[in-house]
């Protein structure tokens, strides 16, 4: 075969580093080879279909006129990619717009049908990096992850043909962002082992992006990652400022979303929150659903922790589960954590596990921020638990159950507050610090003997820090 072909795209060469940085020149141009030109048909060589994409999308505006320049009016242009043989795709140089016709390959100078330009090389069996505990069965629902429980669900039932394609889930750290990805990926292979589904965290996919670029293998890098199938990819605000990876992740995103595969993507925060991330990159986060999975509510946090305990065979009493529940209120990670540090102390002295215990724990190992208890709070408390209006509690009024609901709010604002008695009694009712004194000694000395009393005193505490 004659080699004119390539003393001609030498010339193309030669005029494109005139016009473009070194390092451009190196890195993008340098790679591409003359295949040949034969019937005004002219035939790129590529290392990867990754490689076609960025020159077309950045330096077709330099390389049409070159190309004409050199070859003449009325060339096509055809890439023929290294890494997978048969695919390649066509642009005609002599149109102002670029073509995303499918070509066709070129065997010994004869046209043949059409491929298809994304089709990938097979890759063995892949272990998808799902961690066994996290599926649906043990992801408990509530209001605060409702929307997120729903959809992933959707996307599990029909992996990349639903309208939540990229799901993107955001929320707080530790609120259960990776438990629900991952639920998503197992019962994807659950319904078709075959599917290549495949978890990582963006900071591992960076790793992985630097050593491809340090061994010269980026081709494979991204080859491999088109062809998965459901890409769940976490904590995507590492990616930030690192735009060679963002660049990298567009071109990866953009094939599997074209061709129909699921994106999963979670994040500590909402895109329109994000920074230092490329506004392409962001757009496309915005594509499909932006769902949050906001803290845990207090039904959710005793649905973790019951399932916590019985997950590692243990017995704690309902009133421990219940102060853990309502002081431990942050994420997921702390309620767990939480558990284990009970046993642990409990184990190492020999103690049962008893709601002392627990305030000791959770005190050392979870900032607990109390909330802020007034006597209008203790009111309401004990309105709501005696189903009275407040305005019946400030009255004179000697009924029974009027006096002993008053009583009660005197003795626990007196408990929960730094109130003068002559305050509360100014309050509740226009009373002397006597008379409060005096409920609040009357309640203290029921409560030694009469268990409906304490039971009562203990709900509307729970109540005042719920």
């Not at 990867?48 to 060339?75: A, C, D, K, W």
């Not at 390959?105 to 505990?133: C, H, I, K």
């Not at 929307?147 to 996307?155: C, S």
């Not at 962001?282 to 305990?309: A, C, M, Y």
Request: with cysteine; net charge neutral.
């Amino acid at each position: 075969m004659s080699l004119e072909h390539v003393a001609l795209w030498d010339k193309c060469l030669a005029i494109i580093k005139d016009n473009v940085d070194e390092v451009v020149y190196e890195k993008w141009f340098v790679p591409i080879k003359s295949y040949s030109f034969e019937n005004g048909i002219l035939v790129l060589q590529v290392p990867s279909h990754f490689f076609q994409e960025h020159i077309e999308e950045n330096y077709m505006e330099l390389l049409r006129p070159v190309i004409t320049r050199v070859y003449g009016r009325n060339i096509k242009l055809y890439y023929k990619v290294t890494v997978v043989e048969n695919p390649t795709a066509t642009v005609n140089v002599s149109s102002p717009e670029k073509s995303i016709q499918v070509a066709r390959n070129m065997r010994q100078g004869r046209p043949v049908e059409p491929t298809n330009p994304f089709q990938t090389q097979e890759y063995e069996d892949l272990a998808s990096q799902l961690n066994p505990y996290y599926t649906f069965n043990n992801y408990y629902s509530s209001d605060s992850n409702k929307v997120a429980r729903v959809t992933g669900e959707a996307v599990a039932a029909s992996p990349g043909n639903n309208p939540f394609n990229p799901m993107f889930v955001y929320g707080e750290s530790g609120v259960g962002k990776t438990h629900l990805v991952q639920a998503i990926g197992a019962k994807i292979k659950e319904q078709n082992p075959r599917s290549r589904v495949l978890y990582l965290s963006a900071n591992l996919f960076q790793q992985q992006y630097t050593t491809a670029v340090r061994n010269n293998q980026v081709n494979d890098f991204i080859n491999f990652y088109q062809s998965i199938d459901v890409l769940l990819l976490d904590d995507i605000q590492e990616f930030a400022g690192k735009i060679q990876t963002q660049n990298t992740f567009f071109h990866i995103f953009n094939h599997l979303h074209l061709n129909g595969k699921q994106l999963v993507l979670t994040c500590d925060r909402p895109p329109v929150e994000l920074e230092g991330i490329v506004p392409r990159l962001l757009t496309r986060f915005k594509w499909g659903l932006q769902v949050e999975v906001e803290r845990p509510d207090f039904s959710l946090r005793r649905d973790i922790l019951h399932n916590k305990i019985e997950r590692d065979g243990l017995s704690i009493s309902e009133d421990v589960v219940d102060y853990i529940a309502r002081n431990v209120t942050d994420n997921v990670r702390d309620l767990e954590g939480t558990i284990v540090s009970l046993m642990a102390h409990a184990m190492a002295f020999n103690h049962e596990v008893t709601l002392d215990l627990a305030e000791q724990v959770v005190a050392r190992s979870v900032k607990m921020v109390k909330k802020q208890i007034t006597i209008d709070t203790v009111r309401n408390a004990v309105c709501t638990y005696y189903n009275m209006k407040p305005e019946t509690l400030v009255t004179r009024s000697r009924k029974r159950e009027i006096v002993v609901a008053r009583q009660v709010a005197m003795y626990l604002t007196k408990k929960h507050t730094s109130m003068a008695l002559a305050g509360i009694g100014s309050l509740l009712g226009r009373y002397d610090h006597a008379t409060v004194l005096h409920a609040c000694k009357t309640i203290e000395g029921q409560m030694q003997v009469d268990k409906e009393l304490q039971k009562s005193l203990s709900d509307i505490e729970k109540l005042l820090t719920a």
